[in-house]
């Protein structure tokens, strides 16, 4: 047994949104999502998640899209761009802490 990877891991979560939008709905995958989203950013575990939460959506918008349901297509298209936004703002924040941690000024 091997320990997955940081790729195995965002295409999981991919695999699985789309599997959501494709099939029967899976509450764990939903209520995942919904942690992720509602989540503040702070960790570089919460950049990665964000990042891996976003493609997924981004996978389940394209999969929701294909079915016609343009409503849906667009919320999780949505979400997904909100996480990029959150995987961003969270880079951000660890630079500065990295910056100020190295005794980095800027003027």
């Known amino acids: 047994m091997s320990i997955p990877s940081l ?3 965002m295409a999981e979560v991919q695999n ?3 599997a959501n939008a494709s099939f029967a709905v899976d509450p764990e995958i939903v209520a995942n999502l919904s942690e992720v989203f509602t989540s503040d950013p702070a960790t570089d575990a ?20 294909l079915q016609g ?3 849906l297509a ?3 298209h ?6 990029l936004t959150k995987a961003m ?3 951000g924040l ?6 100020d941690f190295a005794g980095i000024v800027r003027h």
């Open 7 to 9: 790729s195995d891991y």
């Open 16 to 18: 699985r949104l789309v």
């Open 46 to 65: 919460d950049l990665f998640n964000f990042m891996a939460f976003a493609v997924g959506c981004h996978a389940a918008a394209e999969e929701y899209r």
């Open 69 to 71: 349901q343009a409503d």
């Open 74 to 76: 667009g919320l999780y």
């Open 78 to 83: 949505a979400m997904g761009q909100d996480l």
């Open 89 to 91: 703002l969270t880079f």
């Open 94 to 99: 660890q630079l500065a802490a990295g910056l």
